[in-house]
């Protein structure tokens, strides 16, 4: 594969941990702006229960590759919060699923714009070549890994 090759390993390590601190720092910023500050994790299985219709909560854990454990802690804090809850199935009272509520429609639709209008002014420092680059690279690193 083409490419140029990082100097060393000093180089690899400081492009991850830059990579790192910088999705870091604009969770945590998105998260504070959110009016329930609910994490991306949370916000993540909304996204999943309303793009997908009602989980159990074991293939919702598969599909954003988070387990099960995680799953079931992020699900009792949205109940919690009453943006889902848990339905069991009518015709096999062992299977549970996980529900979106309208309150959680509402508050993923809050979210996705502070997401929105928050990442705009993030990347305002970029010129918009700066940001095709940025987005070209992303992509590519992307296809590279699926």
């Known amino acids: 594969m083409g490419g140029v090759a990082l100097v060393g390993d000093k180089d690899v390590f400081k492009l991850i941990h830059t990579i790192q601190k910088f999705s870091n720092h604009a969770i945590i910023q998105w998260t504070k702006s959110t009016q329930n500050r609910i994490g991306i994790s949370p916000i993540l299985v909304l996204v999943e229960l309303r793009t997908h219709g009602p989980q159990m909560q074991s293939d919702i854990a598969q599909t954003l590759g988070f387990t099960p454990g995680a799953v079931t802690n992020i699900a009792n804090k949205l109940i919690e919060l009453q943006l889902a809850k848990r339905e069991y199935d009518s015709s096999d009272r062992r299977k549970i699923y996980l529900v979106i509520t309208e309150e959680g429609i509402e508050v ?34 992307l296809r590279s890994i699926d």
């Open 108 to 141: 993923l639709k809050e979210a996705q714009l502070k997401g929105q209008l928050f990442y705009e002014e993030l990347f305002q420092v970029l010129s918009e070549e700066e940001l095709h680059q940025f987005l070209s690279i992303y992509e590519k690193l």
